[in-house]
């Protein structure tokens, strides 16, 4: 064993003795049961006094590397590393739940994750996410846009954009909010890298574990998920034919003074339901008398069949009481993940702070292609293009869910967005529909994902018309039928046993 030791160091000489004989223990040059030389012996060979290897053993028995006993000496007693991967250890499997913590425990296992990855499954007719049709998507439009703009400005491009975004961007939004009556100022932009990340960043910079959110019920399953994992206790208004209940909600506001109110007021995902102008303006009233901001989440709100639009709730909001949440992914593309957040500078600015420690910054390829593509028009016509055609879609499925002659889902026909919300028959077992179901091919989302409390969306499914093709949407809805059917009559249930048709919202 060699030690040496600095006599004019500032590390005191004990501490220089302990810590190469700590580092010989964990080498392997002293491997267990190891006799370190009596403290008399080490302190004549190192010129040093007894007491100050006594401390160095000390220390050492300290860490629990060395054991002493009257008359045996001083011996290692742990087994280095070294000497470990000499011989084969049995690994007991890491039981990685323990870890996890409680607030990821509760969530749904139904998660946007398990449908985003049946849809790479072949030969599955997905009626489960919200996509786009790849078949519409601009692709002409986008290629020579990103020809040019490589060669204008393709340096700039590569380089990292401001945390906010790409300020002409900014610009753009600002002025396509000004179309919907939205008053906003690019430094009230922000670019999100979709708008499930301002979902994300409001539960971060408004919720503290115990505090309560404000949601529809139904409402989207990410908006609950995000809630819930930043420990917020979820509560649920229910929905009729105009939207949120505002008498409901003013008990609920008075009882648990919530951090925010949670809202998608134009073609709700996953209902459909618009919020009238008369409840939106109930909404504000009630959000400035008990001080409560409101989230608005408007993904849906260009993609209009029918009707006539109806101002956001951004638009009509006088006192920037609104935080206002929108993205490219359903009129355009998702793959891109690009969306933004209208808001006041107070909150921009803490938006800011937690996404330079998130994502530092959306795609910046995407920013300055997406600022083009609204800067030459291609917005205007691209939107008209996708009503048209999943109007069809939409009119396809409404028109195959009723070729069943006993109607065994119920359901309203929205007036724009993704979805058709389902009422099964009473009584039907979710889990064994969906198992039916997708056994035949057919998947979709389970209405139980978008109530806070699960067991109350046991009874809805949500279909998604736009992402395949007319002839799926007639096959897939035909046999998710035939499943329906079949769930039934193993369940003992007869159509005449199905409860009488309701707003499937209630």
């Given at each position: 064993?060699?030690?040496?030791?600095?006599?004019?160091?500032?590390?005191?000489?004990?501490?220089?003795?302990?810590?190469?004989?700590?580092?010989?223990?964990?080498?392997?040059?002293?491997?267990?049961?190891?006799?370190?030389?009596?403290?008399?012996?080490?302190?004549?060979?190192?010129?040093?006094?007894?007491?100050?290897?006594?401390?160095?053993?000390?220390?050492?028995?300290?860490?629990?590397?060395?054991?002493?006993?009257?008359?045996?000496?001083?011996?290692?007693?742990?087994?280095?590393?070294?000497?470990?991967?000499?011989?084969?250890?049995?690994?007991?499997?890491?039981?990685?739940?323990?870890?996890?913590?409680?607030?990821?425990?509760?969530?749904?296992?139904?998660?946007?994750?398990?449908?985003?990855?049946?849809?790479?499954?072949?030969?599955?007719?997905?009626?489960?996410?919200?996509?786009?049709?790849?078949?519409?998507?601009?692709?002409?439009?986008?290629?020579?846009?990103?020809?040019?703009?490589?060669?204008?400005?393709?340096?700039?491009?590569?380089?990292?954009?401001?945390?906010?975004?790409?300020?002409p961007f900014r610009e753009s939004i600002s002025e396509l909010l000004r179309a919907k009556d939205i008053m906003v100022a690019p430094k009230e932009v922000m670019i999100l890298s979709g708008s499930q990340q301002g979902i994300d960043f409001s539960a971060r910079a408004f919720i503290s574990p115990g505090d309560v959110v404000i949601v529809e019920e139904p409402t989207f399953m990410g908006a609950?998920?995000?809630?819930?994992?930043?420990?917020?206790?979820?509560?649920?208004?229910?929905?009729?034919?105009?939207?949120?209940?505002?008498?409901?909600?003013?008990?609920?506001?008075?009882?648990?003074?919530?951090?925010?109110?949670?809202?998608?007021?134009?073609?709700?995902?996953?209902?459909?339901?618009?919020?009238?102008?008369?409840?939106?303006?109930?909404?504000?009233?009630?959000?400035?008398?008990?001080?409560?901001?409101?989230?608005?989440?408007?993904?849906?709100?260009?993609?209009?069949?029918?009707?006539?639009?109806?101002?956001?709730?951004?638009?009509?909001?006088?006192?920037?009481?609104?935080?206002?949440?929108?993205?490219?992914?359903?009129?355009?593309?998702?793959?891109?993940?690009?969306?933004?957040?209208?808001?006041?500078?107070?909150?921009?600015?803490?938006?800011?702070?937690?996404?330079?420690?998130?994502?530092?910054?959306?795609?910046?390829?995407?920013?300055?292609?997406?600022?083009?593509?609204?800067?030459?028009?291609?917005?205007?016509?691209?939107?008209?293009?996708?009503?048209?055609?999943?109007?069809?879609?939409?009119?396809?499925?409404?028109?195959?869910?009723?070729?069943?002659?006993?109607?065994?889902?119920?359901?309203?026909?929205?007036?724009?967005?993704?979805?058709?919300?389902?009422?099964?028959?009473?009584?039907?077992?979710?889990?064994?529909?969906?198992?039916?179901?997708?056994?035949?091919?057919?998947?979709?989302?389970?209405?139980?994902?978008?109530?806070?409390?699960?067991?109350?969306?046991?009874?809805?499914?949500?279909?998604n018309f736009t992402f395949e093709s007319i002839k799926n949407i007639n096959e897939g809805i035909s046999k998710l039928v035939e499943a329906v059917k079949e769930t039934i009559e193993k369940s003992a249930y007869s159509f005449e046993d199905a409860e009488c048709f309701k707003m499937p919202i209630v």
């Amino acid at each position: 064993m060699r030690i040496s030791i600095e006599k004019n160091s500032t590390i005191p000489i004990y501490i220089q003795i302990k810590n190469q004989i700590r580092e010989m223990i964990y080498k392997g040059v002293m491997t267990k049961d190891f006799l370190l030389p009596p403290e008399r012996k080490l302190a004549k060979t190192l010129g040093v006094s007894r007491s100050t290897v006594v401390k160095a053993y000390e220390e050492l028995k300290a860490l629990g590397l060395v054991e002493s006993h009257m008359g045996k000496g001083t011996r290692v007693i742990i087994q280095s590393c070294s000497e470990g991967s000499k011989k084969e250890r049995k690994v007991i499997p890491l039981s990685w739940y323990q870890f996890f913590g409680s607030n990821i425990a509760i969530l749904n296992e139904h998660t946007i994750m398990d449908i985003m990855n049946a849809l790479g499954c072949r030969n599955v007719i997905s009626f489960a996410a919200g996509i786009a049709d790849p078949e519409l998507y601009p692709v002409d439009n986008i290629t020579k846009i990103q020809d040019k703009l490589w060669k204008m400005s393709g340096k700039d491009m590569l380089i990292h954009s401001p945390i906010e975004g790409y300020y002409p961007f900014r610009e753009s939004i600002s002025e396509l909010l000004r179309a919907k009556d939205i008053m906003v100022a690019p430094k009230e932009v922000m670019i999100l890298s979709g708008s499930q990340q301002g979902i994300d960043f409001s539960a971060r910079a408004f919720i503290s574990p115990g505090d309560v959110v404000i949601v529809e019920e139904p409402t989207f399953m990410g908006a609950i998920q995000l809630f819930k994992l930043s420990g917020a206790k979820v509560v649920g208004v229910p929905m009729d034919e105009e939207g949120m209940q505002l008498d409901i909600l003013e008990i609920l506001l008075n009882k648990y003074k919530p951090k925010f109110i949670y809202t998608l007021p134009t073609f709700q995902n996953p209902s459909g339901t618009v919020m009238s102008l008369k409840r939106r303006y109930g909404l504000l009233e009630l959000s400035y008398k008990y001080q409560v901001p409101i989230i608005e989440d408007d993904p849906y709100g260009e993609i209009r069949y029918e009707g006539v639009p109806i101002p956001t709730l951004k638009a009509l909001d006088k006192h920037n009481y609104v935080i206002y949440l929108s993205t490219f992914s359903k009129a355009m593309f998702s793959g891109m993940r690009i969306g933004w957040v209208a808001a006041s500078t107070q909150v921009i600015k803490k938006f800011s702070m937690i996404k330079q420690m998130t994502d530092l910054h959306a795609n910046a390829p995407a920013q300055y292609l997406l600022d083009s593509f609204l800067r030459e028009g291609f917005y205007e016509s691209h939107i008209k293009l996708i009503c048209k055609n999943y109007s069809k879609k939409r009119d396809v499925m409404i028109k195959a869910l009723k070729k069943d002659e006993n109607q065994c889902i119920k359901f309203n026909i929205p007036e724009g967005g993704y979805y058709i919300w389902g009422k099964l028959p009473k009584g039907i077992s979710q889990r064994e529909l969906f198992e039916k179901a997708s056994s035949k091919g057919v998947i979709y989302a389970p209405g139980n994902v978008f109530y806070p409390e699960e067991n109350d969306g046991e009874g809805y499914i949500r279909l998604n018309f736009t992402f395949e093709s007319i002839k799926n949407i007639n096959e897939g809805i035909s046999k998710l039928v035939e499943a329906v059917k079949e769930t039934i009559e193993k369940s003992a249930y007869s159509f005449e046993d199905a409860e009488c048709f309701k707003m499937p919202i209630v």
